[in-house]
Nanobody, 121 residues
Framework: QVQLVESGGGLVQPGGSLRLSCWAS???????????WAWYRQAPGEGRELVAS???????NYADSVKGRLTISRDNSRKRVYLQMNNLKPEDTAVYYC????????????WGQGTQVTVSS
């Protein structure tokens, strides 16, 4: 069974940076590679929000709220998806999750535990 393992979160001051990593353990590369991968976040009391996605050809899409500050990337050989987060704002505070997207852009696998990002002075 696929297990998604997110890491890299932490406490950072406004304007700071973090790099999140997602590892698709128990997934062979021939399954990982064809997937469109995405990062979501869930702030306290809010629903889960799609913030960035990356296709097999490495084309990317971002939520308007994070454009120019967050960058998604993927390493197929390592079965990892990354989220570089720069110029962080307090409103970026959330638990961040990764997942693949199915043909109708819905999450494909069971959620991992996520990684907490807290932006505060």
């Amino acid at each position: 069974q696929v297990q998604l393992v997110e890491s890299g979160g932490g406490l950072v001051q406004p304007g700071g940076s973090l790099r999140l990593s997602c590892w698709a353990s128990r997934m062979i590369t021939s399954v990982f590679n064809p997937n469109l991968w995405a990062w979501y976040r869930q702030a306290p009391g809010e629903g889960r929000e799609l913030v960035a996605s990356i296709n097999t050809d490495r084309t990317t899409n971002y939520a308007d709220s994070v454009k120019g500050r967050l960058t998604i990337s993927r390493d197929n050989s390592r079965k990892r998806v990354y989220l570089q987060m720069n110029n962080l704002k307090p409103e970026d505070t959330a638990v961040y999750y990764c997942n693949a997207l199915n043909s109708i852009n819905e999450p494909k696998y069971d959620w991992g535990q996520g990684t907490q990002v807290t932006v505060s002075s």
